[in-house]
T-cell receptor, first 115, second 112 residues
Framework: EAGVTQFPSHSVIEKGQTVTLRCDPI?????LYWYRRVMGKEIKFLLH????????ESGMPNNRFLAERTGGTYSTLKVQPAELEDSGVYFC?????????????FGNGTRLTVT | DAKTTQPPSMDCAEGRAANLPCNHS???????VYWYRQIHSQGPQYIIH???NNETNEMASLIITEDRKSSTLILPHATLRDTAVYYC?????????????FGTGTRLQVTL
């Protein structure tokens, strides 16, 4: 079974540019989560999809971040325009069901560097 | 979600058991205890989780005290590859609050 895959693995962009990160969850997983880790900080929750619906987007830092999951399969996270403080590693995770007994499985992340 | 307290770092000799403690004194009856680890800059890796009873899988064992206020993750025969940051997380059973909240974890260093 393929795990959670994220693309690209690395991205370097200039301040003000746009970047789109992609996440393909494990097949059959309705729940998809985005997290990020900025330098020296803890891993922070961004948002949670159940199929194509946003269940919880309380962690989204501001309106420069837009997450979509059309069709309830893969998801994209767009940052527009990127700022220096957006640099970090963005992780995606998926789980089969929403309940607390269903583990989240993480991808290896996209390392974003904004210069 | 209830907060957890872990020691910032621990050392363990290769081949020995690594016992990682976690306090979660405010845990409620509908919250699981989860353990994840992060090796280098890889994504967090699921290890094990439990509600009340002790649990064991191919990676580790989880011992939860009877009052559920603390737990211990046991890696029975630690190897150098187990060097990582280990996170103890309390997670609500209710599906509407199913996100994981990461703290600072315990940095485990396995040495020769």
């Amino acid at each position: 079974e393929a795990g959670v895959t994220q693309f690209p693995s690395h991205s370097v962009i200039e301040k003000g540019q746009t970047v789109t990160l992609r996440c393909d969850p494990i097949s059959g997983h309705d729940n998809l989560y985005w997290y990020r880790r900025v330098m020296g900080k803890e891993i922070k929750f961004l948002l949670h999809f159940v199929k194509e619906s946003k269940q919880d987007e309380s962690g989204m830092p501001n309106n420069r971040f837009l997450a979509e999951r059309t069709g309830g399969t893969y998801s994209t996270l767009k940052v527009q325009p990127a700022e220096l403080e957006d640099s970090g590693v963005y992780f995606c995770a998926s789980s089969q069901v929403s309940g607390g007994g269903s583990p989240l499985h993480f991808g290896n992340g996209t390392r974003l560097t904004v210069t | 979600d209830a907060k957890t307290t872990q020691p910032p770092s621990m050392d363990c000799a290769e081949g020995r058991a690594a016992n990682l403690p976690c306090n979660h004194s405010t845990i409620s009856g509908n919250e699981y205890v989860y353990w994840y680890r992060q090796i280098h800059s890889q994504g967090p890796q699921y290890i094990i989780h439990g509600l009340k009873n002790n649990e064991t899988n191919e990676m580790a064992s989880l011992i939860i005290t009877e009052d559920r206020k603390s737990s211990t993750l046991i890696l029975p025969h630690a190897t150098l590859r187990d060097t990582a940051v280990y996170y103890c997380i309390v997670r609500a059973l209710d599906g509407t609050a199913s996100k994981l909240t990461f703290g600072t974890g315990t940095r485990l260093q396995v040495t020769l």
